[in-house]
């Protein structure tokens, strides 16, 4: 798989942990059968694909790491890129995975139990194999390029510069920014309650 999305804000990690019920399966469960891929939700861009190991979906949460240390929930079994357009409450983000800004168009790959989130001449590697003695690799998906070589022969990409993760100050500026919503939604029910009380 290697999907192309727009430049922006993104969150990566497990889509079911940080999108709205009626988003992760009203539209991407009942429209998409939670198929890998990369779906356009209310004009904004989601790729998704499931990780290589066995998952048993009874398992609260597993963890998965990229090659910089940085840890991602995962409880569906499945690791996606989704624009924070499509997230309500962000603090969730930073909760379960991380958020990342690319000022170029990003791939979202998976090949042979990797991922690889790559934007300009930067990249972000997760790999998703836990158990490499009863790995099939031979039945796993491989992304080639143009002459049938496997990707991990021609990316042409490096991790020892991280792509640009939103540092604690824009962090805290979603989660104040969520805090906003829920004293205005707050201030407007107690409105609401006083005026039906009179």
Known sequence: MNETLHPGSYFLGDASLVLEDKIYNGIYGELYHYENGLFNINNANFAIHNVATQFDSDLQKDKFFDTKGRSYNIKSGMISLVSLELIENKKLCTANGHIFEFDHPVNFIYSH??????S????????TIYDFENYDSDNDEHCLDEEGHKIEHFLDASDS????????????????????????DNSLLERKKTFFNK
């Open 113 to 118: 139990g990797t991922f690889y989130i790559k």
């Open 120 to 127: 300009n001449k930067k990249v972000i590697i997760i790999n």
């Open 161 to 184: 510069e991280s792509i640009y993760e939103l540092s604690d100050d824009e962090n805290d500026k979603y989660d104040e920014e969520d805090e906003k919503e829920e004293i205005q």
